[in-house]
C-alpha cells in the first residue's frame, strides 16, 4: 500500500518529467504540501528520494530547486544508454527465437509505432501523453525480455527517469516524434525479425538522432533561471 510520502513522490516526479515543474523552479514544503493536498511530513520524505534520484537539487540552506538540464549531462546520458540499450535490442532479439510471444509482442509495437504520425500526435493532448505511453509500453516490453539479465534491466530502469525528462523537450516537435515514431518502429521490427544486429543498429541511429535532435531543445545555460527570476 502507498504512503502519503510515495504519492507525493510519485506526482512531483511526473510533474518535473513533464515539465510541469521547469528545471530552475524552486520547491517549498509549504507551497508543495498545500498544492497536492498532505502535510509537509510527506512532502519532506519525497524531496529527499527526489534529490537522491538527481531530479531536485539542493542550492543552499533550505533551498531547492528542479535540477536544471545541462548539455554535458544529456551526452553522459546518452554515452550510458546507447551501450546498455544496443545490448538490450540485441538480447531481445535473441530471446524470439525461443519465445514466439516477444516476436508478436513487437511486431504489434512495430505497427503501432508505424501508425503515429503528425496527425495522430496532433489529436494527442499538449504533452502528448498518449505517444510517450506507447514509448513506456515499448520500453516495458523490452524489460520483460531482459528476464536473463537482472543486473542490465536494473541499469536501464535507473537512467530512465532522466531520459524521459529530456525526451520531453521534443514534446513540441511534432516532426521529430513522427520521425522517432519510425525509428522505434525500426526497433521493434528488428527485435520482431530475432535480428540482433539490425535491432542494435537501429537503436544506435535511434538515439543518435534523439540526441542530435535534444541539443537543439535544450536551453542555454542559466535560461530556466531567468525566465524564474523574470
Known amino acids: 500500500m502507498s504512503t502519503a510520502a510515495d504519492r507525493a513522490f510519485d506526482a512531483l516526479r511526473a510533474a518535473i518529467i513533464d515539465g510541469e515543474l521547469a528545471p530552475g523552479s524552486p520547491l517549498t514544503e509549504v507551497e508543495q504540501a ?12 519525497a524531496f529527499a528520494r ?7 537539487t539542493e542550492r543552499g540552506p533550505r ?31 535473441r530471446r524470439v527465437a525461443n519465445s514466439a510471444s516477444v516476436g508478436e509482442r513487437f511486431s504489434e509495437l512495430a505497427a503501432r509505432f508505424a501508425a503515429v504520425d503528425r496527425a495522430a ?3 494527442d493532448d499538449p ?9 513506456a509500453e ?21 537512467t530512465r527517469v532522466h531520459l524521459a525528462r529530456v525526451r520531453r523537450l521534443a514534446r513540441d ?24 544486429e539490425r535491432a542494435a543498429a537501429a537503436t544506435r541511429l535511434h538515439l543518435h ?16 533561471r531567468q525566465k524564474e527570476r523574470a
Open 138 to 158: 515499448f520500453d516495458a516490453a523490452l524489460d520483460n525480455s531482459l528476464s536473463s539479465s537482472p543486473y542490465l534491466a536494473a541499469a536501464i530502469q535507473s
Open 121 to 123: 500526435l496532433a489529436a
Open 209 to 224: 538522432e534523439a540526441l542530435t535532435s535534444i541539443h537543439t531543445h535544450l536551453p542555454r545555460r542559466g535560461e530556466n
Open 127 to 135: 504533452q502528448r501523453h498518449g505517444y510517450y505511453a506507447l514509448v
Open 50 to 56: 527526489l534529490i537522491a534520484a538527481g531530479l531536485v
Open 63 to 93: 533551498t531547492l530547486v528542479v535540477s536544471e538540464i545541462e548539455a554535458d549531462d544529456v551526452d553522459a546520458l546518452f554515452e550510458l544508454r546507447t551501450a546498455l540499450d544496443e545490448q538490450a535490442a540485441r538480447l531481445a532479439a
Open 34 to 45: 498545500a498544492r497536492l493536498g498532505v502535510s509537509r511530513t510527506p512532502v519532506r520524505e
Open 173 to 196: 516537435d511534432d516532426d521529430r516524434l513522427a520521425r522517432s515514431a519510425a525509428e522505434h518502429a525500426a526497433i521493434a521490427r528488428a527485435i520482431a525479425d530475432g535480428d540482433p
